[in-house]
C-alpha cells in the first residue's frame, strides 16, 4: 500500500499493551486453559455457578439430533452447492442462555426440532460485573462447553464506565491519553462524542483518536478471565488495530459487523487490503468473519466470495444476516431467497438470524443495551426471542437440506 495503516508509535503502543497482559504466548496459553470446561466448571461453582451447568447438563440431553432427521428425511445433498453455517444472534448472558436451553429440551420430540446453531453472537457490553463475576463465562460454558457451539462473539462496548487506574494504566503503558468523563468517585468513561443514535454511537463504531486500546484492552482482559477468544469489531480503526495485534495470537479473533456498512465489493476489497498487510505466517488473519451487509444482492456475496478465494487469505468466512429485529433495518426484512441463490451458486455462508422475522417482545436493539440489572431482569423474555430464533434456523436448515444443501449446526447436535 501507498501509505502505511499504523505508525511506528501505533505499533508500539499496542506491542506495550500485549506485553502488559503478558505477552503474545502467555495470552495464547492462558485462553487455551481457560476454554477446557473442567477449568471453567471449577471456576464457576466457586462464583455460584454450579446448579445452573448441571441442570444445562440434563436439558442438554435431550436435545435433537441432525443425523436423525437427515436419515428420517432421506438427505442427499449436492457437492455442487456451497455450504451453509447457521448463526443466531443475542445469547445475552447465562440466565438468557439458560432459558433458551429450557425451551429448546421442552420441544423435542415435536414435530419443530431445535438445533444448536454454530455459532453464537452477543451483544452484552463487557463490563466487570459480566466479565468477572461469572456470568459470560457461565454463558460460554453452557454455549460452546455444553451446546458445541463452534463460536461464540463477544461485543466490546469500549464507552461503558471503567475503573479509573484502568484508564491511567492504559496511559502509562501505551503512552497516549484518553478523553473521559467521571461517572462516579470511582470510574470513569470515554466520551463518545458523536451520540447519533438512542444507543449512544452504537457502543463506539466511530472508535476517534487512540481508542483503539481501549479495545483491545477489554477484548485482552475478556480473553484472559473467560476464554472468550472470537470479538465483534465494528470500527475501521479498530479492525486495522486487531489484524496487527492478533497477528501472533492464534487463538484471539475477530469478525466485522454489517454495521461496517460493507454493502459493497470497494469496501470489501478495503478489508482484503487491510487483512493482507497483517496475515499470519500460515495466511491467515485475526479477521474470521466478515458480515456483508443487509443491502448486498445475492450477486454481490458471491462477488465478495470470489475475490476472497483469489486473495489467497485463509479461514476467512462470510455471513449475511437472514431476518433482523424489527429497529435494524427494514420492516419485513428477509433473505432466504437470496441465500438459497447464493448457496445454490456453489458458494459457502453463514446464515444469521438477528430475529425470527417476527416483531416479539424484546426482539429488538434495546435489548442489546439493557444495564446488568435490566437484563437480568429480562432474561426470560430475551431467552424465549433466542429460542424462536434458533427455531427458526433450523427450519431453514432442514429446508436446505431438502434442496440439496448441507447446513452445519453446533457439535452438539451431531
Known amino acids: 500500500m501507498k501509505f502505511q495503516l499504523l505508525s511506528k508509535t501505533d505499533m508500539q503502543a499496542m506491542d506495550a499493551l500485549k506485553n502488559y497482559h503478558g505477552g503474545a504466548a502467555k495470552i495464547v496459553e492462558t485462553i487455551t486453559e481457560k476454554r477446557k470446561y473442567e477449568t471453567r466448571k471449577k471456576i464457576l461453582k466457586e462464583k455460584g455457578y454450579g446448579d445452573m451447568l448441571e441442570d444445562a447438563e440434563v436439558l442438554f440431553r435431550k436435545f435433537p439430533k441432525f443425523p436423525d432427521f437427515e436419515k428420517k428425511l432421506g438427505a442427499k445433498y449436492n457437492n455442487a452447492f456451497g455450504i451453509a453455517t447457521s448463526q443466531v444472534s443475542g445469547w445475552q448472558g447465562a440466565k438468557v442462555t439458560h432459558k433458551a436451553m429450557k425451551l ?86 470515554l466520551i463518545l462524542k458523536n451520540q447519533g443514535t438512542p444507543f449512544g454511537n452504537f457502543g463506539g463504531i466511530e472508535v476517534a483518536n487512540n481508542n483503539h486500546l481501549v479495545y483491545l484492552d477489554g477484548v485482552t482482559r475478556t480473553a484472559l478471565e473467560t476464554g472468550g477468544d472470537f470479538f465483534l469489531n465494528p470500527s475501521w480503526s479498530s479492525i486495522v488495530a486487531a489484524c496487527y495485534y492478533g497477528r501472533d495470537i492464534p487463538n484471539l479473533t475477530f469478525k466485522i459487523s454489517m454495521l461496517l456498512s460493507t454493502q459493497g465489493t470497494i469496501a470489501f476489497r478495503m478489508l482484503l487490503n487491510i487483512m493482507s498487510e497483517y496475515l499470519r505466517d500460515d495466511k491467515t488473519s485475526p479477521l474470521y468473519e466478515i458480515n456483508i451487509g443487509n443491502g448486498a444482492t445475492p450477486e454481490t456475496f458471491i462477488q465478495c466470495a470470489k475475490e476472497l478465494k483469489e486473495s489467497g487469505i485463509k479461514g476467512v468466512s462470510l455471513a449475511a444476516h437472514i431476518r433482523i429485529n424489527p429497529d435494524l433495518g427494514i420492516a419485513g426484512f428477509n433473505w432466504t431467497d437470496n441465500a438459497f441463490k447464493v448457496l445454490e451458486s456453489g458458494t459457502d455462508m453463514t446464515f444469521k438470524y438477528e430475529s425470527d422475522g417476527t416483531a416479539r417482545d424484546m426482539d429488538t436493539m434495546a435489548a442489546y443495551f439493557l444495564s446488568d440489572e435490566d437484563r437480568v431482569a429480562a432474561s426470560e423474555k430475551i431467552g424465549e426471542v433466542i429460542y424462536y430464533k434458533a427455531l427458526r434456523a433450523s427450519k431453514d436448515g432442514l429446508e436446505m437440506m431438502r434442496r440439496g444443501i448441507k447446513p452445519i449446526f453446533g457439535h452438539g447436535s451431531y
Not at 104 to 128: C, H, K, M, R, Y
Not at 164 to 169: E, G, M, P, Q, S
Open 104 to 189: 429448546i429440551s421442552a420441544a423435542a420430540g415435536t414435530d419443530n426440532p431445535v438445533f444448536v446453531p454454530a455459532e453464537f453472537i452477543s451483544v452484552v457490553a463487557l463490563t466487570d460485573q459480566y466479565v468477572y463475576s461469572g456470568d459470560l463465562m457461565a454463558t460460554l460454558a453452557m454455549s460452546e462447553n455444553i451446546m458445541g457451539a463452534h463460536k461464540f462473539c463477544s461485543t466490546n462496548l469500549i464507552g461503558i464506565p471503567q475503573p479509573k487506574a484502568r484508564f491511567k494504566y492504559l496511559t502509562d503503558v501505551t503512552g497516549q491519553k484518553f478523553d473521559t468523563a467521571e461517572v462516579d468517585a470511582d470510574s470513569e468513561a
